[in-house]
């Protein structure tokens, strides 16, 4: 083969590259196997590294990462990079789009009442901005935005996204402006490489994709699989000597732009559309707020952009932002905030636990004003002190957390936190038990400690008295009405109607909710006692046992319907710690707890005027016995918000198919079933290597 001949083949080959390129990774329409992609590459070097003076600017070649740079080169941009304003709400949204019209129709181009507008909603990728100078459609500088007049060169970074084009279907000028990301699941196969070389691993795709544009050798980024989106055309210039473009208009509308940008050869998202009012755009936001996670990409917002190139033009820019478009943010999951001090609550285990009192701040869709910060430990392993900025999170209902402190914004004036030795609310003696993280009052009728147990009794999870809130919880403590949780069954209509907050109507609802309440399965009761270490889960547990047999505490009862405190209150006092660990899944901790419970005076003599007062505890129906054994062996742990059913309604089907459900992650659950906005549950089983399934499969392991 002469080198014209090698000249023929090698345009021919890269053609042909080109082509596939395009199909498999912007019109995702693979046709080719991997195998054939790399023998027509492998020819296509053959032939380069023959004849080098024939490698064109465009060559496939070009994407497998040149030489390593000493440094980024700053660049100056064809044309100014701007920022889209954000808003966060509907009220946001339509007090900028009464500005816009305001704006729009005082224009002298514009100067009518009512002015119509279209508006395009595009997706808000969650990525790295990236512009992308062309010159006769060959790819000849690809830079960051920078501070939007000066960005840094990265193109041999950027030739290693296929989406990318090197070479456009039409030899125009022009400079489009996208957004260069790296898939979710990309991302995790790069953190599993980086964490076994010991390597820190990246937060987030965003700061992946930041990180693999920013990488001096080319390579690094060729090795991690980036993608791109192109959104717009900053500039573009259509050359009147080209005849194989002159199907290429000048966009009229931002629709017109992006079929224009697809045309060219970009890889355009395709989830956008056109809206003809707000409303409508509320509704593509809102769609997406609940779907944006399944695509294998992130999506922080919706970017909305009045439709009309004309418009656009005329009302022009501000300072730093396009006054024709708007970003429309989904509620954030982590923001930073000041925490203006640390305050201690007691719970109903008599633990003192420390919360964040934070400035204001919106995050994940609602403003939060606290936070908790676990124990001292957590405190000191966060190095927090008041008056530090930090980084909180919060999760779908989860309680905010502060999960990083920004040490380089401190001013010298923050104060350290010392957690108290008095209890804040009775002022007896707080101490750290052995081996155990959080500090404790040690005052057993502490104030703070009896509230929570009554509000832990009353709770839906537990007797479930409707309208017996916390206020009313406390306003009756105050008052003096209730002094423990039986004293709850004894109030009459008549002491709670001259309290405020009570009316006669009031007065007599809440008293036939409670005696209502009066009745109560066995899971429900134990929970309510509040007995440490025995959550929702461990109750069912004991209530199991107790609904298969009762030689498992070495007595039976001929009928179940004899069930009733009084075996509380004469047999389970009897059952030793070796009795209760007999129960799969009963610890040593739980176990121990059940004993010292059971066998305090005080806690007996409560059961006893419960009964007294016609509190029945009933044996659980059959949404605790187990209707086969599907899933024995098996514990599943919730996370999110389930489409199908509540979460109460799937630890049953667990349940009844022999499953276990846990409240915690750890190396023996079997699954974690994430519904939407799953929380820390979902990264703790994706750090333990814990099989994590959707909604879908989960529904498909319980079957019928």
């Known amino acids: 083969m002469n080198k014209n001949q090698a000249k023929i083949r090698i345009e021919k080959l890269s053609a042909e590259i080109s082509k596939r390129r395009y199909e498999y990774h912007v019109l995702d329409k693979p046709d080719v196997t991997d195998e054939i992609y790399d023998s027509l590459m492998k020819e296509l070097r053959e032939l380069e590294e023959q004849y080098p003076d024939l490698r064109a600017p465009d060559s496939p070649l070009r994407r497998i990462g040149g030489k390593p740079l000493d440094k980024f080169q700053k660049v100056r941009h064809q044309v100014r990079q ?44 969650d990525g790295l901005k990236m512009v992308l100078t062309y010159e006769n459609g060959i790819l000849v500088r690809a830079a960051t935005r920078g501070d939007g007049v000066i960005g840094e060169d990265v193109t041999e970074n950027v030739k290693t996204i296929h989406s990318v084009p090197l070479k456009l279907n039409h030899s125009v000028n022009c400079v489009a402006v996208g957004e260069c990301w790296l898939s979710k699941s990309e991302l995790e196969r790069i953190n599993k490489e980086r964490k076994t070389r010991n390597e820190a691993q990246f937060a987030n795709s965003r700061n992946a994709a930041a990180g693999s544009i920013r990488q001096l050798d080319p390579k690094v980024a060729a090795g991690r699989k980036l993608d791109a989106f192109i959104y717009d055309l900053d500039y573009l210039e259509i050359p009147n000597n080209k005849s194989e473009i002159s199907n290429v208009k000048i966009p009229k509308t931002q629709l017109e732009e992006l079929d224009l940008l697809k045309l060219l050869g970009f890889n355009v998202n395709e989830n956008h559309r056109l809206c003809e009012n707000i409303e409508e755009i509320q509704e593509f936001y809102d769609a997406w707020k609940d779907k944006k996670d399944n695509e294998d990409y992130g999506i922080d917002g919706v970017v909305i952009k009045i439709n009309s190139v004309e418009i656009q033009e005329a009302l022009g820019y501000t300072g730093k932002s396009p006054r024709w478009g708007v970003a429309y943010k989904f509620p954030a999951e982590k923001v930073t905030t000041v925490v203006e001090d640390i305050k201690v609550q007691v719970g109903r285990t008599g633990a003192l636990t420390p919360v964040a009192h934070l400035r204001p701040v919106l995050v994940a869709g609602s403003t939060v004003s606290r936070a908790t910060l676990h124990n001292e430990d957590e405190i000191r392993r966060l190095g927090l002190k008041i008056g530090d900025t930090v980084v909180i999170q919060k999760a779908g209902d989860v309680i905010p957390e502060v999960v990083e402190v920004l040490k380089n914004l401190r001013s010298g004036n923050e104060k350290e936190f010392r957690m108290p030795k008095i209890c804040p609310i009775c002022g007896g003696s707080a101490a750290r038990k052995e081996g155990e993280a959080a500090t404790y009052c040690l005052n057993p009728k502490c104030y703070a400690v009896e509230r929570e147990k009554m509000i832990h009794f009353v709770s839906k999870k537990g007797f479930n008295i409707d309208g017996l809130g916390e206020k009313i919880v406390e306003q009756l403590m105050n ?4 002094t423990t949780v039986a004293d709850i069954f004894e109030l009459k209509a008549g ?6 907050r009570f009316a006669e109507k009031s007065a007599d609802n809440l008293v036939i909710s409670i005696e209502v309440g009066k009745v109560i399965e066995l899971p429900k009761f134990l929970f309510a006692l509040g007995i440490r270490f025995v959550g929702e889960e461990t109750a069912v547990l004991i209530a199991r046992a107790i609904n298969a047999e009762f030689s498992i505490f070495n007595f039976r009862l001929e009928n179940k319907s004899q069930f009733s405190i009084s075996n509380f209150t004469k047999i389970f006092p009897k059952i030793k710690i070796e009795d209760w660990k007999n129960i799969k899944g009963i610890g040593e901790k739980s176990a121990e707890s059940l004993v010292e419970w059971f066998g305090d005076g005080d806690n007996l003599k409560l059961l006893e005027k419960m ?80 099989k994590v399934i959707e909604e879908e499969e989960f529904k498909k392991i319980l079957g019928d």
Do not use: H
């Open 82 to 125: 701007w920022s889209f304003d954000d808003v966060f709400s509907w009220e946001e949204l339509v007090k900028w789009e009464e500005k816009v019209k305001r704006m729009a129709e005082k224009n002298s181009k514009f100067k009518i009442q009512n002015l119509k507008l279209e508006y395009v909603c595009e997706m808000k990728i």
């Open 479 to 482: 008052e003096g009405l209730i």
């Open 495 to 500: 002491d709670l109607e001259p309290l405020e």
């Open 611 to 690: 009964r007294e007062l016609g509190v029945r505890v009933i044996m659980p129906d059959a949404k605790y016995e187990i209707s086969n054994t599907k899933l024995a062996g098996k514990t599943f742990v919730l996370t999110g918000e389930l489409a199908s059913f509540t979460r109460d309604e799937a630890k049953d089907m667990i349940r009844k198919a022999g499953g276990d459900v846990s409240s915690s992650v750890s190396r023996k659950t079997s699954y974690v079933v994430a519904g939407d906005n799953p929380g820390s549950k979902y990264e703790k089983a994706k750090e333990l290597g814990v």
